[in-house]
């Protein structure tokens, strides 16, 4: 009896992704993340991957809601922040597929309200434009405008009297990259091309035909008690921000506005994976999806932030890798010398600590979820980083 239950307790240590599928042969070593989360203070983690064959495996730690005796799952809804800037961008690349827009057309006459807004300077003067901004510039992040949490020319403007819909920007189209509001207008531009408003047009052509039920910009009564808990840490531990929206947007932010869950998204990122395709149709053309991974930044531009005194300056997770690439969704690793995730591969974040990795060379997708601030908080961005080691570990175990 005493060796059956050290088989059983082996077993459950080394049972990998729990799969959806039956057959799967991916075996992960759970030990390292159950010791992980163990000794951090995270309040709650959940992370899961998907193998090339289109298995899905979940690991959990801690509760939905902090403080409570259940256990969070792939189901649970969460505040997906900067992951929503792949999900429009997709909805963007369906719009060029389909001739109603395209990658570098002159968006002046379309959204005027958006390419008259002038460039700050270094030296702190407002300025005309001379280039126009394309639907590539907004994509790729080179269209000029930034976070003012990221940028002290920003923080430090004076908004007296400012009567456009954004802050200023930065620079000329195609000159930098900058992370920034970029995808914010891409939703404009989707919606006046479309003639829908953006959660219409999601669920019709993309988190519909994906049955992504849980990804919404406004979450359904029915579904709200899933929403987890969030928060943010200081130095004496976490606080809790209010769980529950109390007012529906009528904005749609295709930048950071959708809540989603990690089994939805997980979806998302195996439909590209397998080049743009699902059960009972094609979200994008494969070829469409190969730009996706590939280098969209002119002039040898990387995804270098510039941080300065005021903005994120305690990033301790080391994201982005600042000799990554960008392409029309995401980042790119592009680091000789990274140990984990193969060079090709697709990653990016979102602000309350959730990542997620896209390898389609290798064949797997990885997310990973925490849901709270400050951004690239160590202990998470290491676990996500654990895990994703692990799971490609796991590929040499077949």
């Known amino acids: ?5 050290f088989a059983l307790i082996a077993i459950s240590i080394l049972a990998g992704c729990k799969t959806e599928k039956e057959g799967s042969n991916v075996v992960i070593n759970e030990l390292p993340m159950k010791s992980y989360f163990q000794n951090s203070n995270l309040p709650a983690a959940i992370m899961g991957c998907s193998t090339r064959e289109g298995k899905m495996g979940w690991y959990a730690f801690g509760p939905s809601i902090w403080g409570g005796k259940d256990t969070i799952n792939e189901n649970n809804i969460f505040r997906i922040f900067s992951m929503t800037k792949a999900i429009s961008s997709v909805a963007a690349l369906q719009l060029v597929e389909k001739g109603l827009i395209g990658l570098d057309d002159p968006l002046d006459e379309l959204m005027p309200e958006m390419t008259s807004i002038p460039i700050l300077t270094k030296n702190g003067e407002l300025v005309k434009a001379n280039k126009s901004i394309t639907l590539r510039n907004l994509l790729t992040h080179t269209a000029g405008f930034g976070y003012d949490f990221l940028d002290e020319r920003l923080q430090k403007f004076d908004k007296t009297g400012w009567n456009y819909d954004d802050l200023p920007r930065l620079f000329e189209s195609g000159e930098k990259w900058e992370y920034g509001t970029n995808l914010d207008w891409v939703g404009k531009v989707i919606e006046k091309v479309s003639g829908e408003d953006l959660e219409t047009y999601l669920r019709k052509n993309v988190t519909g035909p994906l049955k992504m ?4 910009f406004n979450v359904p009564e029915n579904l709200k008690e899933n929403i987890v808990s969030w928060g943010v840490r200081d130095s004496v531990g976490f606080k809790e921000y209010s769980r529950i929206p109390t007012e529906p ?4 932010n295709a930048g950071g506005g959708l809540f989603g869950s ?3 998204y997980l979806t998302f990122l195996e439909c590209i994976k397998n080049n743009g395709k699902y059960y009972g149709g094609q979200i994008l053309k494969p070829e469409t999806v ?3 991974f590939k280098n969209q930044l002119p002039n040898g531009l990387t995804t270098s932030y510039n941080v300065t005194e005021g903005g994120i300056v ?4 080391g994201f982005p890798d600042n000799s990554d690439v960008y392409s029309l969704s995401w980042a790119i690793e592009n680091n000789e010398d990274e140990l984990i995730r193969t060079k090709g591969s697709a990653y990016w974040a979102g602000i309350a600590n ?5 390898d389609k060379d290798k064949g797997i997708a990885i997310v990973y979820f925490t849901q709270f601030l400050p951004f690239n908080d160590k202990v998470s961005h290491d676990f996500y980083r654990l895990f994703e080691k692990e ?3 796991s590929l040499n175990t077949k």
């Open 1 to 5: 009896m005493k060796k059956l239950l």
């Open 354 to 358: 959730s990542y997620y990795t896209l």
């Open 262 to 264: 990690p089994k939805d």
């Open 391 to 393: 799971v490609y570990n």
């Open 213 to 216: 039920n849980s990804t919404w």
């Open 314 to 317: 305690d990033i301790l997770g």
């Open 290 to 292: 190969e730009l996706m």
């Open 249 to 252: 947007v009528a904005e749609y």
